[in-house]
Each structure stands twice: as structure tokens, then as C-alpha cells.
Antibody, heavy 117, light 107 residues
Framework: QLQLQESGPGLVKPSQTLSLTCTVS??????????WSWVRQPAGKKLEWIGR???????SYTPSLKSRVTMSIDSSKNQFSLKMRSVTAADTAVYYC?????????WGQGTLVTVSS | DIQMTQSPSSVSASVGDSVTITCRAS??????LAWYQQKPGKAPKLLIY???GLQSGVPSRFSGSGSGTDFTLTISSLQPEDFATYYC?????????FGQGTKLEIK
């Protein structure tokens, strides 16, 4: 069974770029479902699907974040990544990496990212 | 974006009770709906997919139904480990969206 693990800075300054990596173990990126996603959850709030990238490299993002987000896949490292530019305090949340074609079949444990100076 | 509305926002029940949570989509989503369980400090866990499909390893006391805009999650014979927050998620069109959650508490 695939295991997903998020990594990256836990603290990012306002206006800077948030960068997270998800490392997949227990199999390759191509052995899971075709889509690899990022979902976030501000404290005490509901989940938000940020976007997804396919194993072929095509990506889709939620419109409200599209101008600031880039996702990519590095099959050689069994990793996929999220970059979010120009962050504000509103981007403070637990960020999850997720595998699944339409649903979240497998999830990482989540990593808290705080945006603060 | 498709809006997902869950009710109730919270519910209290006792071990052994049966509970039903509802989820309404702002437009028709066929059967493209999932239910998740989330416990504090943990990632969501997929319970039900495509409205009524039981994810592997999930106990049969969990069941889902509905299509179009109205969906339900029923948990029969509640167990202590079932007390958590439950979310619905539509997968009819991107961006996928979640309901606001229903917190199931012990009475």
C-alpha cells in the first residue's frame, strides 16, 4: 500500500513562496491512481482541494488559487510538489498530499504551514 | 464551483444508536460523491465512494445512498471509534469541493 509523506518549511513569511514535497513509498507514482493532489485545511475549517497533477504531468487547480499555484511530478524521485506564491495569513493551514482519481484514496499525515512574519 | 451543504453541523448520539448525516449539492452531481471520516489531528479517511460504494476495510455499519443533489451517510450501531467529524466531497467537476463537516459527538 502506498504511503505518502509531506515535507517542507513549517513557517513561511507573508509574500513569500510556500514549497512542499510529497514523497511516495511502498510503490512508484505510476503504481497508484493517476492523479496526485494537494488538499488543505485551516484550523477548525473545512477541507479545500487545491489542485491535482496527473502522472503525465497535466495539472488542474482550483480557480481561486490558480494564479498562485504550481504542481509538478518528479517520477525519478517518487515525489510530487506544490508551490504557492505570494502567501498571506489566509494560507495558514494543514496541507495534505493525496492520491486518487476522483476521491482521496490515500492521504499523507499532513503538515502544518504557518504564514507569519 | 459546486457548493456542498451538510446537515446537521453536529449531532450527539450514544453507542449502539444509528445516525444519518445528509449532504446536498448546489447542482446535480450524479453519484460522484464520497464520504470521509476525520479524527482530531489525523488525515481524512475515505469511507464511501461513488455515493454508495464501501471502501475496502471499512465496516459494513457505514452505508451511503443518494444521487443527483441529495445524499445520506448512515452509521448503524455506533461504536466508540465512530465519534469523529464526517465530510462529504463531490467529484462531478473540478474543483472538487467538500461539505463543511458534521461532528458526531458522544451523548
Amino acid at each position: 500500500q502506498l504511503q505518502l509523506q509531506e515535507s517542507g518549511p513549517g513557517l513561511v513569511k507573508p509574500s513569500q513562496t510556500l514549497s512542499l514535497t510529497c514523497t511516495v513509498s511502498g510503490g512508484s507514482l505510476s503504481s497508484g491512481s493517476n492523479f496526485w493532489s494537494w488538499v488543505r485545511q485551516p484550523a477548525g475549517k473545512k477541507l479545500e482541494w487545491i489542485g491535482r497533477v496527473s502522472i503525465s504531468g497535466s495539472s488542474s487547480y482550483t480557480p481561486s488559487l490558480k494564479s498562485r499555484v504550481t504542481m509538478s511530478i518528479d517520477s525519478s524521485k517518487n515525489q510530487f510538489s506544490l508551490k504557492m506564491r505570494s502567501v498571506t495569513a489566509a494560507d495558514t493551514a494543514v496541507y495534505y498530499c493525496v492520491n486518487g482519481n476522483s476521491y482521496g484514496d490515500s492521504w499523507g499525515q499532513g503538515t502544518l504551514v504557518t504564514v507569519s512574519s | 464551483d459546486i457548493q456542498m451543504t451538510q446537515s446537521p453541523s453536529s449531532v450527539s448520539a450514544s453507542v449502539g444508536d444509528s445516525v444519518t448525516i445528509t449532504c446536498r449539492a448546489s447542482q446535480g452531481i450524479s453519484s460522484w460523491l464520497a464520504w470521509y471520516q476525520q479524527k482530531p489531528g489525523k488525515a481524512p479517511k475515505l469511507l464511501i465512494y461513488t455515493a454508495s460504494g464501501l471502501q475496502s476495510g471499512v465496516p459494513s455499519r457505514f452505508s451511503g445512498s443518494g444521487s443527483g443533489t441529495d445524499f445520506t451517510l448512515t452509521i448503524s450501531s455506533l461504536q466508540p471509534e465512530d465519534f469523529a467529524t464526517y465530510y462529504c466531497q463531490q467529484a462531478n467537476s473540478f474543483p472538487y469541493t467538500f461539505g463543511q463537516g458534521t461532528k458526531l459527538e458522544i451523548k
